[in-house]
């Protein structure tokens, strides 16, 4: 019987291809080669543990809190924009009003940023009466003005007082930076029948208000993310 050259190449072609098989080799599984998905993170541990935190020790709403993050640093603790620091872009000065105590730098840690700049989020929560897109907006121009027009001064701590007394801190250190010539100026022009110490309280009096103004503005954002509002030049 004849066999057609053709059909001989096809017949050793197969028998080489079974041969590879039963050696072992094989092609992979769909599953070995489809890449795997990104793990989520868990709402107790790493960055929306930490939001979590303290967007409940401040009593203010997770997702404002995630939406500013998102906002202004896109979730970036080492964020720096302007003058502004870390996950939430705030201010070393704004930070300083909320009780910090550390170095700027210290604000590229994300828990402490958080620990401060969601305290001063707070303070815009309660000025915009709960409203998220207000406070959003009172977080990236400031409140003072705002927060002392509605007598909130202490309760959102841009002012010392038994609500919020770590705010004394900025109070403190405006009285430090004041110059011994001025409060000896002051004293060498009291008026008859007042005392030289309350002239000089008088003296340092204005500044204090104008720290405080200070502390409440707030951080240039460095996201894309547009939001209603504006934040006045430096």
């Not at 935190?53 to 924009?81: D, F, G």
């Amino acid at each position: 019987m004849k066999i057609s050259h053709g059909w001989l190449c096809a017949a050793l072609a197969a028998a080489a291809l079974s041969g590879c098989t039963s050696a072992g080799v094989s092609l992979p599984d769909v599953m070995d080669i489809t890449p795997s998905s990104r793990p989520e993170i868990s709402s107790g541990s790493g960055l929306d543990g930490m939001i979590s935190h303290y967007a409940a020790a401040y009593q203010v709403p997770e997702s404002l809190v995630h939406r500013v993050v998102k906002r202004e640093s896109s979730y970036n603790p080492k964020a720096y924009n302007s003058g502004n620091y870390g996950l939430m872009q705030i201010r070393y000065k704004t930070a300083q009003g909320m009780g910090y105590k550390g170095k700027p730098s210290g604000l590229f840690d994300a828990e402490t940023n958080l620990k401060y700049a969601v305290k001063y989020l707070r303070g815009a929560y309660i000025v915009a009466d709960g409203n998220h897109d207000q406070a959003v907006r009172l977080y990236a121009r400031g409140y003072y003005y705002d927060a002392k027009r509605k007598g909130l001064l202490e309760e959102t701590g841009l002012r010392p007082g038994k609500k919020n007394p770590e705010t004394a801190t900025a109070v403190a250190s405006v009285k430090q930076e004041t110059k011994p010539e001025q409060t000896v100026a002051a004293a060498k022009q009291t008026p008859p029948g007042v005392s030289a110490p309350v002239q000089a309280a008088a003296a340092i009096a204005p500044a204090e208000t104008a720290s405080m103004a200070f502390a409440g503005s707030t951080p240039t954002s460095g996201s894309s993310v547009p939001v209603p509002g504006f934040r006045p030049s430096e």
